[in-house]
């Protein structure tokens, strides 16, 4: 027996499109901006919490005092 289809306000087509303008908008210049600066991070989110959890925290270690 199937259900019925449920859709989630979040993803509907206008949802998303709307969240990829505010992206270009807002964070895609902060990305550039921190690039720009040497100081933008790349962490490999991949794998268990503990991994991703522990990748980050040795890319930030270097800028914290």
């Known amino acids: 027996m199937r259900g019925a289809l449920f859709q989630r306000d979040d993803d509907k087509e206008e949802t998303v499109r709307h969240r990829l303008e505010v992206y270009q908008e807002q964070t895609a210049p902060l990305v550039s901006y921190y690039a ?18 522990q990748r980050a925290m040795d890319a930030i270690r270097p800028f914290m005092g």
């Open 36 to 53: 720009d600066e040497d100081i933008l991070v790349g962490v490999d989110a991949t794998g268990p919490v503990e991994e991703v959890t």
